[in-house]
C-alpha cells in the first residue's frame, strides 16, 4: 500500500499555490491535512502528478473576527482579514481542526464548530486534519460542511481570476463535489455569529468512536424576547449525498414557542429532507429513521438550552 | 516435583519479561530485518470472484527501472505438491497447489504475479503495469446454494461439497417422538477476520551451494514452518534455518505457511537474493483468511422440566476457495462439542463443508466456537419458548460434580476437574443476578431496554492429537550460572518468555530474570503457540526440564559441599544446606564446575548442564468459564451499549493471573467485535466490501466495557495443575453478547438468529416487531 | 521519476537529513533512513495508530504524511521517549505494570497517544480515556490494561487520580 510517484510543491502564498494549480490543472491536487487524500493516494485510488502542499502557506492559517465598530482583530496568529465583514469570524481553510476545536473566538461565536470539532475522527487526526479539507473534500458524512451549510457559511475561494465568496447553499454539489474549479483554493470560511437568544447543539451516531458518522444532525435556534422560535437551522450529515439542510423542520419551529415544541415529532419532519444512500455500514432506511431521531434528540438538547438561556437573560 | 522448593513465582502475577523492549519501540518484528540486498515482493491480486485469465503479458512490469522479477504460476506453482499443513490428513480433498492463480482466478484478492523489485514501491508500479484481461464468470458466493451450484470453485475437486459427515443417533429420534416439546431454531454466524495489529510476513535468504534457507517470519509455529518450508523448497529440514523474533499477533492466522509464504519461499531460491514480503492491510483484510461463516440448525427436545432430553444438529460452514492450512472441516468438531456442560442426552448431527469463491477460511481464537454460540443462543431461546428463566434453566441442566466423569453421546469424556455449575453461580452471584432483573423490568417500564446474556462453555484445550501431542524444552544453564532456555513455542503475545521462565524459576531455584526464552531455530520440535495449549504443554516441558536440571545441580553441589543432596535447598540460585545457610554454592559454582572443572564432578557424572524434557501431553485437557453481560438497546438509533461484563474461569492453577486476565479480555473483545462491530461483507458478485479499516470495524476501547474477572480454581490433573484459556474469551463473549441484546429486545416480540447486531440489524428487528 | 527532495528533520534530539521521494511516507522514512523501527505499519491508511509519532509536539500518524512535509520539523517516537537506559517514560512504565500490552505491536503507537492525550488531559475520567485513546487500536488485551495504564500514567504524571 504505497503512494505513487508524484512531483511535490510547497508554495509559501495563496497566488503560489493558486498559479501551480493553474499551471498543472487536472494533474495537480491540492494537499490540506492529508487525512483523507493521504489514504486515498496509498491505495491507489487516486494519483496526480504534482502535489501542491499547503502547509507552508502561512495565509491560510488561523482564526481572526471582528465584531460591529470594531476592525479585524486576528485572534490566532494570522490575519488573513482582507475580505472580513464587519461581525464575522474568519478561519483560514489550512486551520487544523484541533486548532478550530480549542479556539476561544470560534467557541464564543460559532458555538457549532466547536461542538462538531470533537466528532471529527480522534486527536490525531485532528492535530493534522484541517477544516478546508473537510469542505472541499465534500464528505456527505463529514461534519464541518453540515454545519456550514446550516449557518449559511461563506466560502472565500482563490484563483487566477482574483478572490471570490460562495454561499454555502451553492458549494456543496454531490458527494465529494463542490463549486470548486481545478485551479480554485479554497482559502477561507467566514460566519457571522448569532446575536440574541440562541442555543447550539451538536451530535452524530457512528459505529465506533471516531468513525464517520451514520446520521448527524447540527442545530441552532435562536428566540426573541417573547420566547418565540425566530431563527433555526438544522443541517444534517450522513443521510444525503451530500450535507443538507432539514427545511422541514426549520419551518415547522418558526414562530414555536420554546417550550411547546414537541421535538421528536418535529425532528420525524427531517426524514422530508434526506436522501440518503446505504452502505456497508448502514442502509438508507436506518440512515433516515435513526437520522430522524436523532435531529429530534438534537433539537430536544438545542431546547433545553434555549429555556436556560432565555431564563438567564 | 521437588517438595524442597516453594512455589515463589508461579501464581504470582509477575511482571512481563517481554515489555521493557517492546514499550520503548525495540521489539524485532519480522519489517524490522534488514538483509544486505533484500529485494521487496508485492502481488498482483484478482479484482474478480471468478474469471479466467485471456491474457497475461508481463514484460512492461518487467521493464520497470528497480524490478528485479516477475513470476507467474507456471514459475512457481511446479515446486509445489500440496498446500496442505502437516496436521491434516493426507487424503481428504485439498484444493490444488496453486501458489499463483494459474489461467483462472478464484477469489478476489487470489494471487497471480508476484512482483520483486527494489523497494515495495517500485513493486506496486510494476503491478500496475501488468498487461493482464480476464473473462468473468458466474462466481459461487453463497455458501448455502454452493453445494448445488453448476459452477465449480474448484473444477479439480469435481464439487462444491468436499466434506460432509453425517451421524444419525437412533436414541435421538425416539427421544423426540416422545418429548414435550421439540424447538428448533437456524444460527447464522458471519464473515470474520482475525485482524492481527502485524499483518504476516515472511523474509526469506537463500544461501547458494550450502543449500540453506533462512528465514525470518511472523509465525505462531516455527517448526511447521520449518517443517512445510523444508518441503516445500524439496530441502532438509537441517537446513532450514528459522529466526524467531517478535510477533505482532495472530489469533491462529499464523500457525500454517500461506500460499505467499510459500511464494517468497520458491522464489527467494530461484533468485538467490533476500527477498521480504510484509503484506499490506488491504491484502490482511482480503486475503489472508476469513472465518466463522457458518450456521447450524438446532433442534432441542425438552420435557415438562425443562430438562434436555436429546438434540438434532445440522451444520454447514463455507470454507472459501483456499482455507488457510488445508481442509478445515472443522463442522464436525463444532457438533461433537455441542454438548457442553449440559447433560444433553443424545445427539444426531451432520456437518457439511463447502467451497466458495470467497477468501479461504481459516483459524481464528476458537475455531469451532459456533458449538457455543448455537447451543448458548438455543438454551435462551428454549427458555424464552418455554417460560423458564435462563440461567434456572441452565441450573437444571449444567453438569454437577456428582456427574463427573462425564462422557456425552457425541463422543466426548469430562474429567472430574471441571466446574461449570460453580463458574455458572459465581458468574450470576457477581454480576448480580436478581438484582438486574428487578432494575430491568424497572427500566422497561419507563421506556428503556435492558438485557443480559449468559454464555457456559466447556472449551477444549491442549489437545493432544497427532503433531500437536508434544512440546519440548532444552534447557541449558550457562557457565555463569544464567539460563537459557530453548523451546518449539511461538510466543506472539502470550507472555511464554514471562511464564516459562516462572515455572523454571520455581523448579530450579532461581528469578525469572535469571532465565531466557528462545524460540524457533536450535529449539526442538513442537507444534507452536495456539490451541489453548503452552500453559499445559509448553509448561510441561519447561518443568519436566526444570525438575531434571535441579537433580544434577543439586547432585554436584551435594558433591561440592560433601553434604547429603536431601538436605539442600535451592533459592535465589544459591544452593545451600538447609539449617546451614552458610554451606553453599552458588549456580555459577555449579555451572562452572560442569562446564570448565569436570574432573572435580561426581564420579562418573557427565559434565555439562544441559537437559532436554519432552513433555507428552493427554489428549485433552478442558477448561470451562461462564460469560454474563449487561446491554442497552437504544430503540431510536438500534445502538449496542454493553454495560457490564462479567467472566468466571475456570483453567486451573494459574502460572500467572495477570496474563490470564489478559488472555480472557482480549478474546472477549474480540468477540464483543464479532457481534456487535465486525463484518468481512461481500456482495452477490462476490466483491469484498470491507477492505480497509474504515469498513472492517474493529472494536476500540470506547466500545469495549471493564471486564470483571472471578475465578475458580479446580487443578487440572496435568503437571502444575494448568488448563488453557486462550481462546475462551472469543468463544464465550458472542453468544453472551448476542443473548443480552436479545434478551433487550424481547419487550418487541423479536427473536434475532444472526450476528451482527449493528444498530442497523438491531433497528430493523424492532421495525419488524412492531408490525 | 519524481526529483528526490532533500529534508533535514530532527528524530528524537538528532539531525537526520537525507535524499527523499516526495511519495516516501514519513513512516517509511522513520523506519528506513533514521532507523526508528519501533514506528510501526499497521494499516498505512490512518486509522489503526501504530504508526503515531510526535510532530512538533502533536501526535499524528506518521503514514498520513509524506517525509518530505516534515522538513524542519521535530519528530518524537516511541525510541525517543524513555529518559535514559534505565527510567521509562511513566506512560512505558505504566504500560509495563498494567499489562497494557501483549504481542506489543500497537504499543508504541499507544504509548504516544497516550502521552500527547495526557498532556492535554492529565486529570481524564475513565470515559475521557476511553474515547481519547479510540484512536488506535489494539488486537490482544482488550484494552482493560491499557485504560488502567493510562489511568496509573496520570497519577504519577501529577493529575488527579479520579
Same mark, same amino acid.
Given at each position: 500500500?504505497?503512494?505513487?510517484?508524484?512531483?511535490?510543491?510547497?508554495?509559501?502564498?495563496?497566488?503560489?499555490?493558486?498559479?501551480?494549480?493553474?499551471?498543472?490543472?487536472?494533474?495537480?491536487?491540492?494537499?490540506?491535512?492529508?487525512?483523507?487524500?493521504?489514504?486515498?493516494?496509498?491505495?491507489?485510488?487516486?494519483?496526480?502528478?504534482?502535489?501542491?502542499?499547503?502547509?507552508?502557506?502561512?495565509?491560510?492559517?488561523?482564526?481572526?473576527?471582528?465584531?460591529?465598530?470594531?476592525?479585524?482583530?486576528?485572534?490566532?496568529?494570522?490575519?488573513?482579514?482582507?475580505?472580513?465583514?464587519?461581525?464575522?469570524?474568519?478561519?483560514?481553510?489550512?486551520?487544523?481542526?484541533?486548532?478550530?476545536?480549542?479556539?476561544?473566538?470560534?467557541?464564543?461565536?460559532?458555538?457549532?464548530?466547536?461542538?462538531?470539532?470533537?466528532?471529527?475522527?480522534?486527536?490525531?487526526?485532528?492535530?493534522?486534519?484541517?477544516?478546508?479539507?473537510?469542505?472541499?473534500?465534500?464528505?456527505?458524512?463529514?461534519?464541518?460542511?453540515?454545519?456550514?451549510?446550516?449557518?449559511?457559511?461563506?466560502?472565500?475561494?482563490?484563483?487566477?481570476?482574483?478572490?471570490?465568496?460562495?454561499?454555502?447553499?451553492?458549494?456543496?454539489?454531490?458527494?465529494?463535489?463542490?463549486?470548486?474549479?481545478?485551479?480554485?483554493?479554497?482559502?477561507?470560511?467566514?460566519?457571522?455569529?448569532?446575536?440574541?437568544?440562541?442555543?447550539?447543539?451538536?451530535?452524530?451516531?457512528?459505529?465506533?468512536?471516531?468513525?464517520?458518522?451514520?446520521?448527524?444532525?447540527?442545530?441552532?435556534?435562536?428566540?426573541?424576547?417573547?420566547?418565540?422560535?425566530?431563527?433555526?437551522?438544522?443541517?444534517?450529515?450522513?443521510?444525503?449525498?451530500?450535507?443538507?439542510?432539514?427545511?422541514?423542520?426549520?419551518?415547522?419551529?418558526?414562530?414555536?414557542?420554546?417550550?411547546?415544541?414537541?421535538?421528536?415529532?418535529?425532528?420525524?419532519?427531517?426524514?422530508?429532507?434526506?436522501?440518503?444512500?446505504?452502505?456497508?455500514?448502514?442502509?438508507?432506511?436506518?440512515?433516515?429513521?435513526?437520522?430522524?431521531?436523532?435531529?429530534?434528540?438534537?433539537?430536544?438538547?438545542?431546547?433545553?438550552?434555549?429555556?436556560?438561556?432565555?431564563?438567564?437573560? | 516435583?521437588?517438595?524442597?522448593?516453594?512455589?515463589?513465582?508461579?501464581?504470582?502475577?509477575?511482571?512481563?519479561?517481554?515489555?521493557?523492549?517492546?514499550?520503548?519501540?525495540?521489539?524485532?518484528?519480522?519489517?524490522?530485518?534488514?538483509?544486505?540486498?533484500?529485494?521487496?515482493?508485492?502481488?498482483?491480486?484478482?479484482?474478480?470472484?471468478?474469471?479466467?485469465?485471456?491474457?497475461?503479458?508481463?514484460?512492461?512490469?518487467?521493464?520497470?527501472?528497480?524490478?528485479?522479477?516477475?513470476?507467474?504460476?507456471?514459475?512457481?506453482?511446479?515446486?509445489?505438491?500440496?498446500?496442505?499443513?502437516?496436521?491434516?490428513?493426507?487424503?481428504?480433498?485439498?484444493?490444488?497447489?496453486?501458489?499463483?492463480?494459474?489461467?483462472?482466478?478464484?477469489?478476489?484478492?487470489?494471487?497471480?504475479?508476484?512482483?520483486?523489485?527494489?523497494?515495495?514501491?517500485?513493486?506496486?508500479?510494476?503491478?500496475?503495469?501488468?498487461?493482464?484481461?480476464?473473462?468473468?464468470?458466474?462466481?459461487?458466493?453463497?455458501?448455502?446454494?454452493?453445494?448445488?451450484?453448476?459452477?465449480?470453485?474448484?473444477?479439480?475437486?469435481?464439487?462444491?461439497?468436499?466434506?460432509?459427515?453425517?451421524?444419525?443417533?437412533?436414541?435421538?429420534?425416539?427421544?423426540?417422538?416422545?418429548?414435550?416439546?421439540?424447538?428448533?431454531?437456524?444460527?447464522?454466524?458471519?464473515?470474520?477476520?482475525?485482524?492481527?495489529?502485524?499483518?504476516?510476513?515472511?523474509?526469506?535468504?537463500?544461501?547458494?551451494?550450502?543449500?540453506?534457507?533462512?528465514?525470518?517470519?511472523?509465525?505462531?509455529?516455527?517448526?511447521?514452518?520449518?517443517?512445510?518450508?523444508?518441503?516445500?523448497?524439496?530441502?532438509?529440514?537441517?537446513?532450514?534455518?528459522?529466526?524467531?523474533?517478535?510477533?505482532?499477533?495472530?489469533?491462529?492466522?499464523?500457525?500454517?505457511?500461506?500460499?505467499?509464504?510459500?511464494?517468497?519461499?520458491?522464489?527467494?531460491?530461484?533468485?538467490?537474493?533476500?527477498?521480504?514480503?510484509?503484506?499490506?492491510?488491504?491484502?490482511?483484510?482480503?486475503?489472508?483468511?476469513?472465518?466463522?461463516?457458518?450456521?447450524?440448525?438446532?433442534?432441542?427436545?425438552?420435557?415438562?422440566?425443562?430438562?434436555?432430553?436429546?438434540?438434532?444438529?445440522?451444520?454447514?460452514?463455507?470454507?472459501?476457495?483456499?482455507?488457510?492450512?488445508?481442509?478445515?472441516?472443522?463442522?464436525?468438531?463444532?457438533?461433537?462439542?455441542?454438548?457442553?456442560?449440559?447433560?444433553?442426552?443424545?445427539?444426531?448431527?451432520?456437518?457439511?463443508?463447502?467451497?466458495?469463491?470467497?477468501?479461504?477460511?481459516?483459524?481464528?481464537?476458537?475455531?469451532?466456537?459456533?458449538?457455543?454460540?448455537?447451543?448458548?443462543?438455543?438454551?435462551?431461546?428454549?427458555?424464552?419458548?418455554?417460560?423458564?428463566?435462563?440461567?434456572?434453566?441452565?441450573?437444571?441442566?449444567?453438569?454437577?460434580?456428582?456427574?463427573?466423569?462425564?462422557?456425552?453421546?457425541?463422543?466426548?469424556?469430562?474429567?472430574?476437574?471441571?466446574?461449570?455449575?460453580?463458574?455458572?453461580?459465581?458468574?450470576?452471584?457477581?454480576?448480580?443476578?436478581?438484582?438486574?432483573?428487578?432494575?430491568?423490568?424497572?427500566?422497561?417500564?419507563?421506556?428503556?431496554?435492558?438485557?443480559?446474556?449468559?454464555?457456559?462453555?466447556?472449551?477444549?484445550?491442549?489437545?493432544?492429537?497427532?503433531?500437536?501431542?508434544?512440546?519440548?524444552?532444552?534447557?541449558?544453564?550457562?557457565?555463569?550460572?544464567?539460563?537459557?532456555?530453548?523451546?518449539?513455542?511461538?510466543?506472539?503475545?502470550?507472555?511464554?518468555?514471562?511464564?516459562?521462565?516462572?515455572?523454571?524459576?520455581?523448579?530450579?531455584?532461581?528469578?525469572?530474570?535469571?532465565?531466557?526464552?528462545?524460540?524457533?531455530?536450535?529449539?526442538?520440535?513442537?507444534?507452536?503457540?495456539?490451541?489453548?495449549?503452552?500453559?499445559?504443554?509448553?509448561?510441561?516441558?519447561?518443568?519436566?526440564?526444570?525438575?531434571?536440571?535441579?537433580?544434577?545441580?543439586?547432585?554436584?553441589?551435594?558433591?561440592?559441599?560433601?553434604?547429603?543432596?536431601?538436605?539442600?535447598?535451592?533459592?535465589?540460585?544459591?544452593?545451600?544446606?538447609?539449617?546451614?545457610?552458610?554451606?553453599?554454592?552458588?549456580?555459577?559454582?555449579?555451572?562452572?564446575?560442569?562446564?570448565?572443572?569436570?574432573?572435580?564432578?561426581?564420579?562418573?557424572?557427565?559434565?555439562?548442564?544441559?537437559?532436554?524434557?519432552?513433555?507428552?501431553?493427554?489428549?485433552?485437557?478442558?477448561?470451562?468459564?461462564?460469560?454474563?453481560?449487561?446491554?442497552?438497546?437504544?430503540?431510536?438509533?438500534?445502538?449496542?451499549?454493553?454495560?457490564?461484563?462479567?467472566?468466571?474461569?475456570?483453567?486451573?492453577?494459574?502460572?500467572?493471573?495477570?496474563?490470564?486476565?489478559?488472555?480472557?479480555?482480549?478474546?472477549?473483545?474480540?468477540?464483543?467485535?464479532?457481534?456487535?462491530?465486525?463484518?468481512?461483507?461481500?456482495?452477490?458478485?462476490?466483491?469484498?466490501?470491507?477492505?480497509?479499516?474504515?469498513?472492517?470495524?474493529?472494536?476500540?476501547?470506547?466500545?469495549?466495557?471493564?471486564?470483571?474477572?472471578?475465578?475458580?480454581?479446580?487443578?487440572?490433573?496435568?503437571?502444575?495443575?494448568?488448563?488453557?484459556?486462550?481462546?475462551?474469551?472469543?468463544?464465550?463473549?458472542?453468544?453472551?453478547?448476542?443473548?443480552?441484546?436479545?434478551?433487550?429486545?424481547?419487550?418487541?416480540?423479536?427473536?434475532?438468529?444472526?450476528?451482527?447486531?449493528?444498530?442497523?440489524?438491531?433497528?430493523?428487528?424492532?421495525?419488524?416487531?412492531?408490525? | 521519476?519524481?526529483?528526490?527532495?532533500?529534508?533535514?528533520?530532527?528524530?528524537?534530539?538528532?539531525?537526520?537529513? &537525507? $535524499?527523499?521521494?516526495?511519495?516516501? !511516507? =514519513?513512516?517509511?522514512?522513520?523506519?528506513?533512513?533514521?532507523? *526508528?523501527? /519501533?514506528?510501526?505499519?499497521?494499516?498505512?491508511?490512518?486509522?489503526?495508530?501504530?504508526?503515531?509519532?510526535?510532530?512538533?509536539?502533536?501526535?499524528?500518524?506518521?503514514?498520513?504524511?509524506?517525509?518530505?512535509?516534515?522538513?524542519?520539523?521535530?519528530?518524537?517516537?516511541?525510541? &525517543? $521517549?524513555?529518559?535514559?537506559?534505565? !527510567? =521509562?517514560?511513566?506512560?512505558?512504565?505504566?504500560?509495563?505494570? *498494567?499489562? /497494557?500490552?501483549?504481542?506489543?505491536?500497537?504499543?508504541?503507537?499507544?504509548?504516544?497517544?497516550?502521552?500527547?492525550?495526557?498532556?492535554?488531559?492529565?486529570?481524564?475520567?475513565?470515559?475521557?480515556?476511553?474515547?481519547?485513546?479510540?484512536?488506535?487500536?489494539?488486537?490482544?488485551? &482488550?484494552?482493560?490494561?491499557?485504560?488502567?495504564?493510562?489511568?496509573?500514567?496520570?497519577?504519577?504524571?501529577?493529575?488527579?487520580?479520579?
Amino acid at each position: 500500500m504505497k503512494p505513487a510517484a508524484f512531483e511535490y510543491h510547497a508554495p509559501e502564498s495563496v497566488s503560489d499555490a493558486v498559479g501551480l494549480l493553474a499551471q498543472y490543472g487536472d494533474d495537480a491536487k491540492p494537499l490540506a491535512g492529508g487525512q483523507s487524500l493521504v489514504p486515498m493516494l496509498s491505495m491507489r485510488l487516486t494519483r496526480f502528478e504534482h502535489i501542491v502542499d499547503l502547509n507552508q502557506v502561512q495565509e491560510m492559517f488561523g482564526v481572526s473576527s471582528t465584531s460591529s465598530g470594531n476592525g479585524a482583530n486576528s485572534a490566532n496568529g494570522i490575519n488573513g482579514a482582507a475580505r472580513i465583514k464587519a461581525d464575522e469570524v474568519r478561519i483560514g481553510a489550512m486551520t487544523r481542526q484541533a486548532s478550530v476545536e480549542t479556539n476561544p473566538t470560534v467557541a464564543q461565536k460559532v458555538p457549532l464548530l466547536h461542538l462538531a470539532s470533537p466528532y471529527i475522527g480522534h486527536f490525531q487526526i485532528r492535530n493534522r486534519g484541517t477544516i478546508g479539507g473537510s469542505v472541499a473534500h465534500a464528505d456527505p458524512a463529514s461534519e464541518y460542511p453540515a454545519v456550514m451549510l446550516a449557518l449559511g457559511g461563506i466560502a472565500e475561494v482563490a484563483s487566477p481570476l482574483g478572490t471570490r465568496d460562495i454561499p454555502a447553499a451553492d458549494f456543496f454539489q454531490s458527494t465529494f463535489t463542490t463549486a470548486l474549479a481545478g485551479d480554485d483554493l479554497l482559502v477561507a470560511l467566514r460566519f457571522q455569529p448569532w446575536a440574541g437568544p440562541c442555543s447550539f447543539a451538536f451530535a452524530e451516531i457512528a459505529r465506533r468512536s471516531g468513525d464517520f458518522a451514520l446520521a448527524g444532525a447540527a442545530v441552532a435556534l435562536g428566540a426573541n424576547e417573547a420566547g418565540k422560535i425566530n431563527r433555526a437551522a438544522v443541517g444534517m450529515l450522513g443521510v444525503g449525498s451530500t450535507a443538507v439542510r432539514a427545511s422541514s423542520v426549520e419551518a415547522a419551529l418558526s414562530g414555536l414557542a420554546v417550550d411547546e415544541v414537541d421535538a421528536a415529532e418535529v425532528g420525524r419532519l427531517a426524514a422530508q429532507d434526506m436522501d440518503p444512500v446505504g452502505d456497508v455500514h448502514a442502509s438508507a432506511e436506518y440512515r433516515r429513521s435513526a437520522g430522524s431521531t436523532l435531529v429530534g434528540r438534537v433539537l430536544a438538547d438545542a431546547l433545553v438550552q434555549l429555556t436556560e438561556e432565555l431564563k438567564d437573560g | 516435583m521437588s517438595p524442597t522448593t516453594a512455589a515463589r513465582y508461579v501464581g504470582q502475577s509477575v511482571k512481563r519479561l517481554e515489555d521493557p523492549r517492546l514499550v520503548t519501540g525495540h521489539g524485532r518484528y519480522v519489517d524490522d530485518v534488514v538483509l544486505a540486498g533484500m529485494l521487496h515482493v508485492a502481488f498482483a491480486r484478482s479484482d474478480l470472484a471468478r474469471g479466467t485469465i485471456t491474457h497475461l503479458d508481463t514484460s512492461a512490469a518487467a521493464a520497470l527501472d528497480g524490478v528485479r522479477a516477475v513470476f507467474v504460476a507456471s514459475d512457481l506453482n511446479p515446486q509445489v505438491d500440496s498446500l496442505r499443513a502437516s496436521m491434516f490428513p493426507p487424503h481428504a480433498p485439498a484444493p490444488p497447489p496453486n501458489l499463483l492463480a494459474d489461467k483462472d482466478v478464484r477469489f478476489v484478492g487470489d494471487p497471480y504475479v508476484m512482483v520483486v523489485a527494489e523497494s515495495r514501491y517500485i513493486a506496486e508500479d510494476a503491478i500496475e503495469l501488468l498487461d493482464v484481461e480476464f473473462e468473468p464468470l458466474e462466481p459461487v458466493v453463497d455458501y448455502e446454494t454452493a453445494a448445488d451450484a453448476s459452477a465449480l470453485v474448484h473444477p479439480e475437486l469435481e464439487t462444491n461439497l468436499p466434506n460432509q459427515m453425517q451421524v444419525p443417533n437412533p436414541e435421538q429420534t425416539e427421544a423426540f417422538a416422545g418429548a414435550a416439546q421439540v424447538i428448533t431454531e437456524t444460527w447464522y454466524q458471519h464473515r470474520q477476520t482475525n485482524v492481527p495489529m502485524e499483518t504476516r510476513g515472511i523474509v526469506a535468504s537463500w544461501q547458494p551451494h550450502a543449500g540453506v534457507m533462512e528465514v525470518w517470519a511472523s509465525t505462531q509455529s516455527p517448526h511447521e514452518l520449518q517443517l512445510m518450508g523444508a518441503r516445500t523448497l524439496g530441502i532438509g529440514e537441517h537446513k532450514m534455518v528459522v529466526h524467531f523474533g517478535d510477533v505482532g499477533g495472530a489469533f491462529g492466522q499464523k500457525v500454517f505457511l500461506g500460499r505467499e509464504d510459500r511464494a517468497v519461499l520458491v522464489a527467494a531460491k530461484l533468485l538467490g537474493r533476500p527477498l521480504k514480503w510484509i503484506e499490506d492491510r488491504r491484502e490482511n483484510l482480503l486475503a489472508a483468511n476469513h472465518a466463522r461463516i457458518e450456521q447450524m440448525t438446532v433442534s432441542i427436545a425438552v420435557d415438562e422440566d425443562g430438562k434436555f432430553l436429546a438434540a438434532n444438529l445440522d451444520q454447514l460452514q463455507d470454507d472459501g476457495a483456499y482455507p488457510l492450512g488445508g481442509p478445515a472441516g472443522l463442522g464436525a468438531m463444532s457438533t461433537t462439542l455441542f454438548p457442553g456442560p449440559y447433560r444433553m442426552g443424545p445427539v444426531s448431527w451432520q456437518a457439511r463443508t463447502v467451497h466458495t469463491n470467497t477468501c479461504g477460511r481459516g483459524a481464528y481464537r476458537g475455531p469451532w466456537q459456533m458449538e457455543s454460540v448455537a447451543r448458548e443462543q438455543m438454551i435462551d431461546r428454549v427458555a424464552s419458548e418455554i417460560g423458564i428463566d435462563p440461567l434456572e434453566l441452565r441450573r437444571r441442566n449444567v453438569l454437577k460434580p456428582e456427574d463427573l466423569p462425564y462422557q456425552t453421546s457425541t463422543g466426548l469424556s469430562f474429567e472430574t476437574t471441571i466446574s461449570p455449575d460453580q463458574t455458572l453461580d459465581q458468574a450470576a452471584e457477581i454480576i448480580g443476578y436478581e438484582d438486574f432483573r428487578v432494575e430491568q423490568a424497572k427500566a422497561r417500564e419507563r421506556g428503556r431496554y435492558l438485557g443480559l446474556g449468559i454464555a457456559l462453555y466447556i472449551e477444549p484445550t491442549s489437545m493432544g492429537m497427532g503433531p500437536l501431542g508434544t512440546e519440548s524444552a532444552m534447557l541449558r544453564v550457562e557457565v555463569d550460572g544464567h539460563i537459557n532456555l530453548f523451546m518449539g513455542t511461538g510466543s506472539h503475545g502470550q507472555s511464554l518468555e514471562t511464564t516459562m521462565a516462572q515455572l523454571v524459576a520455581d523448579e530450579l531455584g532461581v528469578c525469572p530474570e535469571d532465565v531466557s526464552l528462545h524460540q524457533g531455530h536450535g529449539s526442538g520440535y513442537g507444534f507452536g503457540t495456539g490451541g489453548s495449549r503452552s500453559a499445559v504443554i509448553a509448561g510441561g516441558a519447561a518443568r519436566a526440564a526444570a525438575s531434571g536440571m535441579r537433580e544434577k545441580v543439586i547432585a554436584i553441589a551435594a558433591h561440592l559441599l560433601e553434604a547429603s543432596a536431601g538436605d539442600l535447598e535451592v533459592t535465589d540460585g544459591v544452593i545451600s544446606v538447609k539449617g546451614t545457610p552458610s554451606a553453599q554454592v552458588t549456580m555459577a559454582q555449579v555451572a562452572a564446575t560442569a562446564y570448565q572443572n569436570s574432573d572435580a564432578l561426581p564420579e562418573g557424572m557427565e559434565a555439562g548442564l544441559e537437559f532436554t524434557a519432552r513433555f507428552k501431553t493427554p489428549p485433552v485437557t478442558h477448561s470451562n468459564a461462564c460469560h454474563i453481560c449487561t446491554c442497552e438497546v437504544d430503540p431510536g438509533t438500534g445502538k449496542v451499549t454493553l454495560l457490564r461484563y462479567v467472566v468466571s474461569e475456570d483453567c486451573g492453577n494459574m502460572i500467572n493471573p495477570m496474563v490470564v486476565h489478559g488472555q480472557v479480555a482480549g478474546g472477549v473483545a474480540q468477540g464483543i467485535g464479532g457481534a456487535l462491530y465486525e463484518h468481512a461483507v461481500y456482495d452477490e458478485n462476490g466483491n469484498p466490501l470491507a477492505s480497509t479499516f474504515l469498513d472492517y470495524l474493529v472494536p476500540t476501547a470506547a466500545e469495549v466495557p471493564e471486564i470483571e474477572h472471578g475465578n475458580v480454581v479446580v487443578p487440572s490433573d496435568t503437571p502444575g495443575g494448568h488448563k488453557g484459556t486462550g481462546e475462551g474469551g472469543a468463544i464465550g463473549a458472542p453468544p453472551a453478547v448476542f443473548n443480552a441484546v436479545a434478551d433487550a429486545l424481547a419487550p418487541f416480540g423479536v427473536y434475532p438468529n444472526r450476528q451482527p447486531l449493528d444498530p442497523n440489524a438491531v433497528l430493523s428487528l424492532i421495525a419488524s416487531g412492531a408490525k | 521519476m519524481a526529483e528526490a527532495v532533500a529534508i533535514s528533520v530532527k528524530v528524537n534530539g538528532r539531525l537526520q537529513q &537525507g $535524499l527523499v521521494e516526495p511519495r516516501l !511516507t =514519513l513512516a517509511d522514512f522513520l523506519r528506513e533512513k533514521a532507523l *526508528c523501527t /519501533g514506528v510501526h505499519l499497521g494499516c498505512e491508511h490512518g486509522v489503526c495508530g501504530t504508526c503515531t509519532i510526535l510532530l512538533d509536539g502533536q501526535a499524528v500518524r506518521s503514514c498520513l504524511m509524506f517525509a518530505v512535509q516534515a522538513n524542519q520539523a521535530e519528530v518524537t517516537t516511541v525510541e &525517543g $521517549l524513555a529518559l535514559n537506559e534505565d !527510567t =521509562l517514560h511513566p506512560v512505558q512504565q505504566a504500560f509495563s505494570d *498494567c499489562h /497494557g500490552l501483549q504481542c506489543g505491536f500497537c504499543t508504541p503507537g499507544f504509548v504516544i497517544s497516550v502521552a500527547a492525550f495526557l498532556e492535554a488531559n492529565p486529570d481524564p475520567t475513565d470515559e475521557e480515556i476511553r474515547h481519547g485513546i479510540s484512536g488506535n487500536l489494539c488486537r490482544c488485551t &482488550g484494552y482493560q490494561g491499557i485504560v488502567a495504564a493510562t489511568r496509573q500514567a496520570a497519577a504519577t504524571m501529577g493529575g488527579k487520580s479520579r
